[in-house]
């Protein structure tokens, strides 16, 4: 580190064919919603918006009385669930929590607006659709057809109003409000409501898990299911105080939730309830909803960006209070790679602060060095220093370096067995000195989720920058082969000095070699360095130690 405060769609044709389950048809029997509690929970909005002007929205409130949301991921885990995109009607883009911003379609002028989203199963792309049909991807999610490049004679007389995602990310279904199903890529076509009398119109799709079928719901709380959707009862024919705008299915897909614009929630099959705002007066009406990966909760999104958490969904932020230039229409839940709180603070320490010298807790992480400042050197207090960490959610660095000439780590490795060929060498090195590290942190009962290599101008580089780019992606690889997530510590002018214009695309730690309110604004983007985007920045105060800030992701 840094002298002490580290300076640093295939189209399927689609059949009019009759449902496979009760419906909401005009005239066909419904089942009555389950019995409903309502508890409410309004969380406070903290706003990291990628669109901002003008709207009309109030901040939602400040949260009830709640169990403590944890700081962090558990210990050892680089990702998990808790964090989301919302989607606005003019294609804008919000993310909290981690997960990309893969682009938007804010700004550009539409053909219709936006209704909804749908995220890949990697969390690394996204649909966003419109009202005409248009599909919009960005990501790693495919194009593979749309309605709105369907012949007129073939595209619904009614809205598209949602849009679903196959297990595999490699197909979709747009659905019309008329019921009509479009399949594309490899998404099956199992049947529609084109052509049949509906008593309300549909307003979203649901995709069973495996992809072998689909839900329809209706704005009656009328459900309608197709292939393996199995049905577990619906609010069509009760009597609803709103209209119902969405529905979420369980992980292993039995059952489901609907949402009304009042957040009432209904619950059916194995879906628990756990809670709503029913019944309670809010800024502006829900649209959508999403649970969490393991079922064990829920999100609730208002169209002004507010953003409602019930069980064990985490707040990652939201859009209320934003002014937004188009009301948020859909949200899309993905998986995080961050697993540091945003705005939590924490330390790193290494071998300077070896035998003793360690800041006394709180805190909500911290980093602690496996090295003894150079690559394949041991911090002799690592064990030590490892347990002192887990009072926070604990990550690992390691020190990075050039090879020495005629270092053994360099002459073989998964590069080959090098010879003269200093690109080789570099690699070579780079993986090993890695996997010592992590071999090394194992016998000393230390492990965690995430790793950060050190690259800095205060230990010896190559001139050649290309060798020293492919040293660090030599290490960046050893650590992907223990499933770890992986980073660098370094500053922008430092990085480019060693490695030119190699870009990893990892997450960063900035140093700032200064102050908290220095830290908090090296989080910006133009402070990123190799294209990555910045999860931590580092700073000093009067503690003496090296402080870390955890940036927001939005």
């Excluded at 609730?300 to 960006?305: I, M």
């Excluded at 002799?380 to 220093?385: F, G, K, M, V």
């Excluded at 959610?393 to 090098?418: E, M, Q, R, V, W």
């Excluded at 995430?450 to 001139?463: C, F, G, H, L, R």
Aim: charge should be negative; include cysteine.
């Amino acid at each position: 580190m840094l002298a002490r405060c580290h300076q640093l769609a295939r189209l399927a044709v689609v059949l009019l064919m009759p449902p496979v389950s009760r419906t909401s048809l005009l005239g066909a029997p419904r089942l009555a919603m389950a019995a409903l509690t309502t508890i409410v929970l309004v969380v406070a909005p903290v706003v990291a918006a990628s669109l901002t002007t003008p709207a009309s929205a109030a901040p939602s409130a400040a949260p009830a009385a709640t169990a403590a949301r944890p700081a962090l991921a558990a210990p050892g885990a680089p990702s998990g669930p808790g964090a989301y995109w919302l989607v606005a009607s003019d294609g804008g883009i919000f993310t909290y929590g981690g997960v990309p911003f893969e682009g938007s379609a804010g700004g550009r002028p539409l053909a219709a607006p936006m209704v909804g989203m749908a995220a890949t199963p990697d969390s690394l792309g996204y649909w966003l659709v419109g009202a005409d049909g248009g599909l919009f991807t960005y990501g790693d999610a495919i194009s593979a057809g749309s309605v709105a490049s369907l012949p007129a004679a073939a595209r619904p007389t009614a809205p598209v109003v949602g849009v679903a995602a196959t297990a595999t990310g490699r197909g979709y279904w747009e659905v019309a409000a008329n019921g009509s199903v479009y399949a594309f890529g490899d998404a099956r076509f199992f049947g529609s409501l084109g052509g049949r009398k509906l008593a309300a119109p549909i307003v979203g799709v649901a995709s069973t898990p495996d992809g072998g079928g689909y839900w329809l719901v209706a704005s009656d709380g009328g459900i309608f299911t197709f292939g393996d959707a199995g049905y577990f009862g619906s609010a069509g024919g009760v009597v609803l105080a709103k209209p119902v705008v969405a529905m979420a299915p369980t992980p292993d897909g039995g059952g489901y939730w609907l949402v009304a614009t009042d957040g009432g929630i209904f619950a059916y099959g194995n879906a628990p309830f756990y809670g709503s705002t029913g019944g309670v007066r809010l800024n502006q009406p829900i649209l959508g909803m999403a649970p969490t990966n393991g079922g064990g909760g829920y999100w609730l999104v208002a169209s002004d960006g507010g953003i409602f958490t019930f069980g064990n969904a985490p707040f990652r932020g939201s859009a209320g209070g934003v002014r937004l230039v188009r009301p948020i229409v859909g949200m899309a839940v993905g998986r995080s790679l961050d697993p540091y709180l945003p705005g939590s603070t924490g330390y790193d320490i290494s071998w300077p602060q070896c035998p003793t010298s360690v800041p006394a807790p709180p805190f909500a992480f911290d980093v602690v060095g496996v090295n003894d400042g150079r690559a394949l050197t041991h911090n002799p207090c690592l064990s030590a220093q490892q347990q002192w960490g887990r009072g926070g959610f604990i990550s690992l660095y390691i020190n990075l370096n050039a090879p020495p000439p005629n270092d053994p780590a360099a002459l073989s490795g998964p590069a080959g067995t090098c010879g003269s060929d200093t690109g080789c060498l570099a690699y070579n090195y780079g993986f090993n000195a890695a996997r010592d590290a992590y071999n090394y942190a194992t016998s000393q009962g230390a492990a965690a989720g995430v790793w950060w290599i050190d690259v800095e101008t205060a230990n010896t580089w190559d001139t050649n920058q290309f060798n020293n780019g492919r040293t660090i992606q030599g290490a960046l690889d050893a650590l992907a082969t223990t499933g770890a997530l992986a980073g660098i510590y370094s500053t922008p002018h430092q990085f480019g000095q060693i490695a030119g214009s190699y870009s990893p695309g990892v997450p960063n730690w900035v140093a700032t070699g200064s102050d908290f309110p220095t830290a908090v604004a090296f989080c910006d983007p133009s402070h990123a360095f190799g294209g990555g985007r910045i999860f931590l920045t580092q700073y000093g105060d009067s503690t003496g130690f090296d402080r870390d800030y955890a940036c927001p992701q939005g």
